[in-house]
């Protein structure tokens, strides 16, 4: 079977297909996903895609789920993970209402925070933005809410300096950096330039309803809410790490959809 990861960063099994803009192992295939999927048509069993479709215009999203079709045998499954538009709107009600009954100051925390979910990655214009800022503060009331929120993702920068986020981490950017050291460009400076390349922020945003009309219009039928650790495929059981950290959604503002190609 021919079971495909597409935009993984560094979530993958080294036995698919995987396939990212960018690369630093030999299990990911590096390809602009902008320009469509690598493959032949009718050619995958298993298609997976987490927390990429919302880095895509609303138009892009289309052509890359429409390029997911093509390469889908008939009979096929998708599985799209995305961040769930609904929940995150009830979640900002939520703590909006609460903190107008009880003005405290760790309810203004999770006010502001849902502020920041909401918003920020649609609108920021550097690396980490508004997010990224609020993690690496000092005494942060309401930790409890982040790591139901965003899981690992807030546990791997609480506490951080700042400027240790944009230094360059892998091998690659180590050289990158020496090379543009050189010729008198700072790090930090190709990281702003770079930063809409890059793909960090959202360019729309998706619920059930309209991730069903959306797969339903291109063809897909039996569309379903899955949870991590269920799926159409009967095999799901031993790749669910890609979705799951233990028990819990390893991002936990995940809205998970299964489909079937016609």
Same mark, same amino acid.
């Given at each position: 079977m021919k079971l495909v990861n597409i935009g993984c960063g560094t979530t993958y099994h080294k036995n698919w297909v995987n396939i990212d803009y960018s690369s630093d192992s030999n299990y990911v295939v590096e390809y602009d996903l902008s320009k469509g999927i690598p493959l032949e048509n009718e050619s995958v069993d298993f298609l997976y895609n987490s927390h990429i479709l919302e880095h895509f215009s609303k138009e892009s999203a289309m052509i890359l789920l429409r390029e997911c079709h093509r390469v889908l045998k008939p009979g096929a499954i998708i599985r799209v993970?995305?961040? @769930? *538009?609904?929940? *995150?709107?009830?979640? %900002? +009600?939520?703590?909006?209402?609460?903190?107008?009954? $009880?003005?405290? $100051?760790?309810?203004?925390?999770? %006010?502001?925070?849902?502020?920041?979910? +909401?918003? @920020?990655? +649609?609108?920021? @214009?550097?690396?980490?933005?508004?997010? *990224?800022?609020?993690?690496?503060?000092?005494?942060?009331?309401?930790t409890d809410t982040l790591e139901n929120r965003i899981g690992n993702v807030f546990k791997k920068f609480s506490g951080l300096n700042i400027n240790s986020y944009t230094s360059p981490i892998t091998f690659k950017d180590k050289i990158k950096c020496r090379i543009l050291n050189l010729l008198g460009i700072e790090w930090i400076e190709y990281q702003k330039l770079n930063f809409y390349k890059i793909g960090e922020r959202h360019k729309w945003m998706y619920d059930e309803v309209s991730l069903n009309i959306i797969l339903k219009n291109i063809g897909f039928t039996s569309i379903k809410v899955q949870k991590g650790h269920t799926s159409y495929f009967s095999e799901w059981s031993n790749y669910s790490s890609l979705d799951l950290d233990g028990e819990k959604l390893r991002k936990p503002d995940s809205l998970i959809v299964e489909a079937i190609k016609i």
């Open positions: 993970v995305i961040p @769930d *538009l609904k929940c *995150l709107a009830e979640e %900002y +009600l939520k703590a909006f209402h609460v903190y107008k009954l $009880e003005p405290s $100051e760790y309810n203004e925390a999770n %006010y502001n925070w849902f502020v920041i979910e +909401l918003i @920020d990655q +649609l609108v920021r @214009d550097e690396s980490g933005g508004e997010m *990224l800022k609020y993690w690496t503060k000092e005494n942060i009331l309401n």
